[in-house]
């Protein structure tokens, strides 16, 4: 094993930092060399700044040209996105829905505030999402289907969608897990809060973008993601009616009319504002440029990182395309104690030189609470968090300083 001197150094080589007093954050917004301010005074000036306007419309309209998608909605934030898709797919409170323990709060909180219950089922060790494996054999262990619903023998309680998550961008194994969904008539609900521009490997030049595979994507523009619009989200998807009613319940399921204020559900308010719209279309225009630079960084920390021993960068070894929105290094050491100890001394000496590393989120299933709530084995998940750090990820590092 490597010094973890020797792990601060390659970080610092790869970003060229030459002094002990860096301000070097895991990923940060950029908005230099885009219309961001344009379209922004434009808002300003015609006084179209809350949620409807020519923006959000726009932002939308590019989105599902960017993803390919053949609807795209707009939400005040991703947890917002999840629980909305969520509803719309049918899940309701007192429900279980499994996810992967390896994410986020958000992805469990989304599911949460319907009520419902976090299932954690284990990852896969290639890309760190809900593994496919674990997730047929925890369905055939535990769920039993009746008159077209499916049910956990052990709870009672009711299963009603699965939310894989591409994690750091990386895509998950859709095309498994779909199968699976299909086999048991669950709705998936992607959470590609991390993936805009992360696409599945079809053949030849063929992909479809995460969250497409699905019923529902939702993609986050929080500041720390690759676009951020401030805070922001966007529903995706190919469904026509899912489409039309994720629109109705974010926009208080107000019948269409132009005076009267007539409501046929409880609905919500989570469109995005139009100034948050116009944000994030100014830095789609250079996402391309964005994610160009973010392979050019980890081949960079690759080069760094190759001459030492017992740490690896990780990389997506598919023939998908990975955003890497977050560009992480692995721990080979199989004591994990050891490893926890070198993590930590690693984590004290990059804070005190003012660069930000950070172990991966706290696995959810050992969180207060959801400490209770149904899961499989997750030996994978457990592994990994242990040997985990991002590294920082953000773009514009590699510009001229
Ligand atoms: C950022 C993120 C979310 C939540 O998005 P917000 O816009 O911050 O609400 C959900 N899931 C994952 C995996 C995320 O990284």
Not at 274 to 293: D, M, S, T, W, Y
Not at 346 to 352: A, G, I, P, V
Request: hydrophobic share 40%; proline share 3%.
């Amino acid at each position: 094993m490597c010094e973890s001197e020797e792990i601060l150094n390659a970080i610092k080589a790869t970003l060229n930092l030459k002094s002990e007093n860096n301000n070097i954050g895991l990923h940060e917004p950029y908005f230099k060399n885009t219309n961001a301010l344009r379209y922004l005074e434009d808002c300003i000036d015609y006084g179209w700044v809350s949620s409807s306007g020519k923006w959000v419309s726009k932002f939308e309209d590019e989105i599902c040209k960017y993803t390919g998608s053949r609807y795209a909605v707009a939400v005040t934030n991703g947890t917002v996105g999840l629980r909305l898709g969520l509803h719309c797919v049918g899940v309701k409170a007192g429900d279980e829905v499994i996810t992967s323990p390896f994410t986020f709060v958000a992805t469990a909180n989304a599911i949460s505030h319907l009520g419902a219950y976090p299932h954690f089922v284990d990852i896969d060790q290639k890309n760190l999402s809900l593994s496919s494996e674990f997730l047929s054999k925890r369905l055939r262990k535990i769920a039993y289907v009746k008159k077209g619903k499916v049910f956990n023998s052990e709870t009672g309680r009711r299963i009603s969608a699965i939310v894989p998550v591409h994690v750091f961008g990386m895509p998950a194994d859709l095309f498994e897990i779909k199968k699976i969904s299909d086999e048991w008539g669950l709705p998936i609900v992607e959470d590609a809060a991390e993936a805009l521009g992360s696409r599945h490997f079809v053949d030849n030049k063929v992909f479809i973008h995460s969250g497409l595979i699905g019923d529902i994507g939702v993609i986050s523009f929080n500041g720390n993601k690759l676009i951020t619009t401030g805070g922001g989200g966007i529903l995706i998807t190919n469904n026509k009616e899912l489409a039309d009613k994720c629109k109705h319940f974010s926009t208080t399921a107000k019948k269409q009319h132009r005076w009267e204020f007539d409501h046929d559900e409880i609905g919500w308010n989570d469109r995005m504002p139009n100034i948050n719209a116009a944000l994030g279309l100014a830095q789609l225009e250079v996402i391309g440029e964005r994610i160009h630079k973010k392979n050019l960084l980890l081949k960079k920390y690759q080069k760094f990182f190759s001459k030492l021993n017992g740490v690896e960068v990780i990389v997506d070894k598919s023939k998908n395309i990975n955003n890497y929105w977050l560009i992480n290094i692995r721990f080979l050491n199989e004591d994990n104690k050891k490893t926890e100890i070198f993590k930590n001394e690693l984590l004290e000496k990059c804070y005190r030189q003012g660069i930000m590393i950070r172990p991966a989120w706290k696995l959810l299933h050992t969180l207060e609470i959801y400490k209770n709530h149904p899961k499989s084995i997750l030996k994978i998940a457990e592994n990994e968090f242990s040997r985990i750090l991002s590294l920082p990820s953000s773009p514009q590092l590699l510009n001229d300083k």
